[in-house]
């Protein structure tokens, strides 16, 4: 029987913009208080050089300290203890420590640790980041990852195979009925065209210039419909995005290939530099096919993706991480995907708006049945009690 009313101390950390990890932890925060649970949060700032300048390490420091101690008087009032742990070395001090604390001075406190992104499974049993990850996780009475691949991976690592979960994302997007989604496919037609979404973090390696540059060869070809399409995230550049070396450099590039793509006639290009709430709620309303080429090293169960399937669209993306876990026969998976590669699978689709429409449909059901947040929220109720 779930027992509402009990305390939950939930320790993560947040950055100055969007993670997932983070999103997923404040939705849960958020609908866990709603269901009557005494939740508590012991937050901690990642490490931002461009936010703290000189003071980044001294501000971290005392910032720690105090994060400590609020999660360790916290913890001692709580009868569950939830770790959000990142997957780098400061990580395993600034959220570790507490929690490893804690399972010391209150042995008896279920102990739950939940992880997102996928760095740890490039990591081998015997490796100094694997054995000090594993030291942690071993504190915990559950461990949750978001797929059968992660959880294999940590059972290699030497995690105890009864204590590891799979838990899948939720999204806190509207959820579109059968209706609206048929309403939408039926719009298109001479006079409208078909509308194609990439949203995500401009990074290299999430796909956007596979994207464009796809867009760029259709543009180029006469048997495909009038299409519509919208490039939506902040340029970011990181160690996985190496094309640039410039934010400016990468912006002159996008713009170029807009203006190329656009002078064609038969394909229309915004590009939207990132989106929140009800903008990008409607951008996901608006589309029919979301399109997320990512070969992103670290890719885990993209958010994107779920918003996508409970929005109506349907999707072309890649095979990377817990993907096709999460999509399997309701999206097209790319095992290669590259811009002549990316262009075909959306040719394929949107010269036939029949299986567009049907591969949309089958996302939404497969979100309604596996991703909605009231199912979510069930599993974390079950785990909260035991």
Excluded at 281 to 308: G, K, M, N
């Amino acid at each position: 029987m779930i027992t509402a009313n009990r305390s939950v101390l939930f320790i993560y950390s947040r950055i100055s913009g969007y993670a997932g990890q983070q999103a997923a932890t404040d939705l849960l925060v958020e609908q866990l208080s709603e269901s009557g649970y005494r939740v508590r949060c012991a937050v901690t700032w990642a490490y931002d050089r461009d936010r703290w300048g000189k003071w980044a390490y001294p501000v971290l420091l005392c910032q720690y300290l105090l994060a400590w101690c609020q999660a360790i008087v916290l913890g001692l009032r709580s009868s569950v203890v939830c770790l959000n742990l990142g997957q780098t070395r400061l990580a395993f001090l600034r959220e570790g420590i507490p929690f490893r604390v804690l399972a010391w001075l209150r042995p008896r406190a279920r102990r739950i640790v939940s992880l997102h992104g996928s760095v740890f499974m490039g990591w081998q049993p015997g490796e100094p980041l694997a054995r000090d990850f594993v030291k942690i996780l071993c504190h915990a009475h559950i461990v949750t990852v978001l797929g059968p691949k992660q959880r294999q991976h940590l059972i290699d690592l030497g995690v105890p195979e009864k204590c590891v979960e799979v838990l899948c994302n939720t999204a806190e997007v509207p959820v579109v009925t059968e209706k609206q989604l048929r309403k939408n496919f039926d719009e298109i037609g001479s006079e409208e065209p078909i509308e194609l979404l990439f949203l995500s973090n401009l990074i290299i390696s999430k796909g956007y210039l596979v994207y464009l540059n796809a867009l760029r060869r259709l543009a180029d070809q006469r048997d495909i419909p009038p299409l519509s399409a919208v490039l939506c995230g902040p340029l970011k550049l990181s160690e996985f995005s190496d094309n640039h070396s410039s934010a400016e450099e990468a912006r002159s590039h996008i713009e170029q290939l807009i203006a190329e793509i656009i002078q064609s006639g038969k394909i229309d290009v915004r590009w939207i530099e990132g989106a929140r709430g009800e903008a990008k709620f409607d951008l996901f309303r608006r589309a029919h096919l979301f399109v997320l080429p990512s070969q992103y090293p670290v890719e885990a169960q993209p958010l994107v993706l779920l918003e996508a399937m409970a929005s109506g669209c349907a999707v072309i993306t890649s095979t990377v991480g817990e993907i096709p876990f999460t999509m399997s026969d309701v999206g097209l998976l790319l095992d290669d995907v590259d811009d002549e590669r990316v262009a075909a699978a959306i040719r394929e689709l949107v010269n036939d708006p029949a299986r567009l429409a049907s591969q949309a449909s089958l996302g939404l059901q497969r979100y309604r049945e596996r991703f909605a947040i009231p199912a979510h929220i069930e599993q974390w109720k079950r785990l909260l009690n035991g």
